[in-house]
Structure formats: structure tokens, C-alpha cells
């Protein structure tokens, strides 16, 4: 099992191979052990691969880095996800340009039924911290069972973590190095902190350098984690415009607190509000109507009125929902056995009769 992780790593290493090459190796060869033994002839033959990436796959020296890797992984108790692994987080893996290894700690549940990610500047202002104080505390008074993620920067990240922390609410920081450190070290504390309820996630293996495109390159996970990413307060430019960008990429909703015409870290807001690329929301109760989320007494309500007739196909899928609370189409046809264009006429169906909810990423549950 360990040697199999080995080569996993070592794939996620590999120069100039990113996520999709490597799920396109993967597809060709069969597995991550044959990746690195088929000879470079036929990894040349790989759509994709050609001469330059095949050599690099063949380089022994990737297989030497990942050996040390698995050993720093296994000292300090270190977990990962490959993309094929079925604790792979799965709104990430609906995700194109996902990474196909995450290195995370803590305890915290990759699928709550609501994850959000709240983003922002690094020059918080009172009035965004409000905001973030008045969200997360209408999260735990609502009782929601919802994941928090952020980047764990200055500014709106950090204080999105400890607003979640205060409310008892799971937190999840998305960091641009490896997990032998932590940047900036002043949040060392709440870091901590954040193990016991929520956790530290990477893509970069240990002794990755401090990098600036390092940091806009994580955001891709901080945006494929969840259903929706909130923008704070953000100047015309800075990375949480940029999250906001990738999460509309993977259509995934994108919410902005409006802020006072003139204010520098509102202008990115109200010009995401402004280009529609992102919802106007001042609280809870708008975030509540635009992702369709109900109260367990509303849910338990409207499933206890339901006498539709079912055939047997859509009571199988039904059925499927019952047990997995949610699911991506995707999931529901390779559960069901039946091709997504079939599931995609049916769910159609089922929500006319009111039975199922489209949520944002093409993922359903039952109302």
C-alpha cells in the first residue's frame, strides 16, 4: 500500500505534469506503478506526453524524492487523497484542473453537506470582519453542518478561521507550501487550533518554497472545495478576485458583501456585483434563499408530503439519495448504471414532481 503511495506521489511531483496529464497517464497506462516502468517510447505514444515530459517521467530522481516524502509523510502522520481514492474530496474532484494528491491534517469531513469558502484582503476592515462575525454566527445558530475553508492569509482569511473557531464551526486552511510550516508564522496558534476542529490542506510536498504563484495557484483548491465562494472585501485586484474567477469557472456560485461606494477594499465587490460575477448578499438569509438551503423541520415537511408515482428507475435513484444525502450527476449514473443523458431527463422530471433539488456543480438531493 505505502510503495503504491510512493509512485502516487511521484506522479504528483513530476515537472510539467499537471492534474489533467497525469489523469490522461493514468487513463493510458492502467496505474501509477506502470507510469514509471513503461518504457518512454510508449509514454511518448500518450496524447499529450511527447519526448520532453516522457524523459522526465523516466528520471529515477522523482522516485527518490517521493520515497523521502512518504517517509516525512508517515513520521509526522501526515494523511492524502489521491484523485481515485474514495476519500478524495468530491466537489474538488468535479473539478478539471484538480490536484491528483492533497497532504492534509486534522479532523474535520471533506463532504459536509454545506462547505463554503470565504475569501478577501489582506486589509480587513472593520466593517468585513462584521460581516464575517454576523455569517458565521448565524451558521452555528442555525445549527448547519458546514465547512468553512480559507486560505489562512492576513486580513479576511484569518479572521474567517477564528470566527469559525469561536462559533464551533469546522475550518479548513488551504496553504501554498508544504505542511512542515506554516506561513504566515504569526497564525501559527490558531493553526493549531484549527486541528482539533477542522484541519491544514496542501497540495505542495514538504520543502516547497515560499512562492507568490504558489498562492494563486492553491486558490484553485480553495474554490473547488466548495459549493460557494464568498468574497468579502477586496481592492479591484487580488487573489480573492481571482478565486472568485476560478469558482465561476467550475460553476460554482460566487457571492459579494456590497460595500460604500469610494471604499478601496469594497471596489472589487461591487465591481464583481456590478460585471455579474458575483450575487449581492448582506446576510445569512440571502445566501440561505439563492443556494436553496432549508431547515431540517422544512425538509423533514415537504418529505412527508411526497405521494408521487415513481418508476422504477427514478425510485432507484431516489433511493440512492435517501442514503448519500447528495450527489453530483455523475455519481448518481455510475451508481445507478444508467447513462448521464437518462439521469439527466430524469432529475429534469423529478424536480417537476418536486421530489429533487439542483444545487450548484450539477450535484442533487432530495427536498
Known sequence: ME?????????????????ILARNLLAYVGSV?????????????IPGIGELNAKRIRAANVLEKAEKELEYIRKHEIRTAFYTDTDY????????DSPILIYYKGHFNFDEPRVISIV???????????????????FAERQYEVLIVSGLAYGIDIH???AALKNNVPTVGVLAHGL????????RETAIHMLENGGLLTDFPSGTKIDPQNFLKRNRIIAGLADATIVVESAVKGGALVTADIASSYNRDVFAFPGRAG?????????????????????????????????????????????????????????????????????????????????????????????????????????
Not at 503504491?4 to 510539467?16: E, V
Not at 512542515?180 to 497564525?187: D, F, G, K, N, V
Not at 478601496?264 to 445566501?287: F, H, M, P, W
Open 89 to 96: 474530496p468530491r466537489r474538488l474532484k468535479n473539478c478539471i
Open 180 to 187: 512542515e510550516r506554516l506561513y504566515p508564522s504569526l497564525h
Open 33 to 45: 506503478e506502470e507510469i514509471f516502468t513503461s518504457s518512454q517510447k510508449a509514454l511518448m505514444k
Open 3 to 19: 510503495d503504491n503511495l510512493k509512485y502516487k506521489i511521484a506522479l504528483s511531483m513530476l515537472p510539467g505534469i499537471g492534474g
Open 120 to 138: 478577501g484582503t489582506r486589509n480587513a476592515t472593520e466593517y468585513g470582519k462584521r460581516m464575517i462575525d454576523d455569517l458565521v454566527s448565524a
Open 160 to 162: 474567517a478561521h477564528r
Open 263 to 367: 471604499d478601496v477594499y469594497s471596489k472589487g465587490c461591487n465591481q464583481l456585483i456590478r460585471n455579474n460575477g458575483a450575487t449581492l448578499i448582506e446576510g445569512i438569509e440571502d445566501l440561505e434563499y439563492f443556494m436553496g438551503w432549508e431547515t431540517t423541520a422544512k425538509n423533514k415537511a415537504v418529505q412527508s408530503s411526497l405521494f408521487v408515482e415513481l418508476n422504477a428507475d427514478e425510485q432507484r435513484v431516489v433511493d440512492l439519495l435517501q442514503q448519500e444525502k447528495e450527489l453530483f450527476i455523475d455519481q448518481i449514473s455510475a451508481e445507478v448504471q444508467l447513462p448521464v443523458s437518462r439521469i439527466s431527463s430524469m432529475l429534469l422530471n423529478l424536480e417537476f414532481k418536486n421530489v429533487v433539488q439542483a444545487l450548484p456543480g450539477k450535484m442533487y438531493r432530495l427536498r
